[in-house]
T-cell receptor
Framework: AQTVTQSQPEMSVQEAETVTLSCTYDTSESDYYLFWYKQPPSRQMILVIRQEAYKQQNATENRFSVNFQKAAKSFSLKISDSQLGDAAMYFCAYRSPPTQGGSEKLVFGKGTKLTVNP | EPEVTQTPSHQVTQMGQEVILRCVPISNHLYFYWYRQILGQKVEFLVSFYNNEISEKSEIFDDQFSVERPDGSNFTLKIRSTKLEDSAMYFC?????????????FGEGSWLTVV
């Protein structure tokens, strides 16, 4: 079974600075999808970014980018120019691709609480 | 932007009562899910639903739980006899299919408190 580990329960960053959130995962599959979701105090789950394992290029979405190291099974999230609105819980998640008949479910890590200091 | 909507946003119920949580997935999506998050814990998969039947369920999803798609738009989660430990945020989610469908979109959640 796949597992996702987020080793940083809490992180803090100064506004306008850069922060990196760590995520590692364990799988025997060669193809899969990785996601970062943001959960603000409203508790809604908001997709931040996704990465397909077959793509070597790291995904980017505006101020958010990932460092995907497939061999190391590492998938970190970098937030540049941090803003007060970035304060939230961030969850890393893994999903098998449907084409392989794999599990439909997202497997989540325990989350990292990000605080942004003004 | 289309979104998954859930009702109610918050429900308080007495232990032993039945609860139905409702969801309207994004209109062209074909796969539907329920997840739950107990306060302070990680998000856990409950069930996935495709082509009018359950495609996968977790060990949490026992006989007390059921899902239904009663019409072309709603997707419901029923808890027959609620327990204190069912208190959690319940998230409905959906996805389309194909390459663009590998992202699962979540609703805002229904917070269930069992007293």
């Amino acid at each position: 079974a796949q597992t996702v580990t987020q080793s940083q329960p809490e992180m803090s960053v100064q506004e306008a600075e850069t922060v990196t959130l760590s995520c590692t995962y364990d799988t025997s599959e060669s193809d899969y999808y990785l996601f970062w979701y943001k959960q603000p105090p409203s508790r809604q789950m908001i997709l931040v970014i996704r990465q397909e394992a077959y793509k070597q290029q790291n995904a980017t979405e505006n101020r958010f980018s990932v460092n995907f190291q497939k061999a190391a099974k590492s998938f970190s999230l970098k937030i540049s120019d941090s803003q007060l609105g970035d304060a939230a819980m961030y969850f890393c998640a893994y999903r098998s691709p449907p084409t392989q008949g794999g599990s439909e479910k997202l497997v989540f890590g325990k989350g990292t609480k990000l605080t942004v200091n003004p | 932007e289309p979104e998954v909507t859930q009702t109610p946003s918050h429900q308080v119920t007495q232990m032993g009562q039945e609860v139905i949580l409702r969801c309207v997935p994004i209109s062209n999506h074909l796969y539907f899910y329920w997840y739950r998050q107990i306060l302070g814990q990680k998000v856990e998969f409950l069930v996935s639903f495709y082509n009018n039947e359950i495609s996968e369920k977790s060990e949490i999803f026992d006989d007390q739980f059921s899902v239904e798609r009663p019409d072309g738009s709603n997707f419901t989660l029923k808890i027959r006899s609620t327990k204190l430990e069912d208190s959690a945020m319940y998230f409905c989610a959906s996805r389309y299919t194909g390459d663009s469908g590998n992202t699962i979109y979540f609703g805002e959640g229904s917070w269930l408190t069992v007293v």
